[in-house]
């Protein structure tokens, strides 16, 4: 496989970022688009929690003083819901309690103000690895192996780049291996707000199928599809 730099990992993910000063907020805002494909920023957790129920995210930043409703209050919400979705944490505070509830929540990183770029990345390559199992060959069959830095596929000994489209949709298919997953979901994780036809990803998961061997993706009737590894 090609050599891997896990942050490509996030060139095709969606982050939402929560952070009440504006200062702030434009600058980090400013760094996540050189590594995500797609940035949200809000200024409060109810804010943040409102965009949870409208979009599906891939990664979470999140302060914790903020009006309205506080960052870890906005994170053990979602918890409730989403168990697995890697979080990082901007925060002033160093109190053991913030630490401690922290933990409790399952963050990925915890980062205290005021931090540089440096730090910064070296999470962002922890939330990376963390989307893949810290996998980064997937064995998708025998002929098949994906490499979620490079969004390809070494498919009999050729490799084969993914459009960011295919590969979120695989990514997505991946962490659900084994299990269906339903035509809305898969609606709602790749178009969001537009409206497509069942045609439009019928064309996508056939393109997938070409190049990742046509048994992985088995079709599940009347529901979608399954990835079977």
């Not at 998708?140 to 295919?166: A, D, Q, R």
């Not at 790749?190 to 019928?202: D, G, Q, R, V």
Request: aromatic share 8%.
């Amino acid at each position: 496989m090609e050599n891997c730099d896990v942050l490509d990992i996030l060139s095709d993910k969606k982050v939402l970022y929560a952070e009440d000063e504006d200062g702030i907020r434009k600058n980090v805002t400013e760094i996540l688009e050189l590594f995500f494909q797609n940035v949200v920023a809000v200024s409060n957790g109810v804010s943040a929690m409102e965009e949870m129920t409208l979009s599906s995210y891939d990664v979470l930043i999140f302060d914790i003083c903020m009006p309205h409703m506080d960052g870890l209050e906005a994170i053990k919400r979602i918890r409730q819901t989403n168990k697995k979705i890697p979080i990082i944490i901007l925060s002033a505070h160093t109190e053991q309690s913030y630490l401690w509830r922290a933990v409790e929540l399952k963050i990925t990183k915890y980062l205290t103000k005021p931090y540089n770029k440096d730090t910064l990345i070296e999470a962002f390559k922890l939330v990376a690895l963390e989307l893949v199992d810290s996998n980064l060959e997937i064995k998708l069959s025998p002929e098949s192996i994906y490499n979620p830095c490079t969004k390809s596929v070494l498919h009999n000994n050729k490799p084969i780049v993914l459009s960011k489209t295919e590969s979120r949709l695989l990514e997505y298919l991946i962490k659900r291996a084994n299990q269906s997953v339903s035509f809305d979901d898969i609606y709602d994780y790749i178009w969001e707000f537009e409206t497509p036809t069942k045609e439009a990803l019928k064309a996508l998961i056939k393109e997938i199928r070409k190049k990742i061997g046509k048994e992985c993706i088995k079709n599940i009737y009347g529901i979608g599809y399954m990835l079977e590894i």
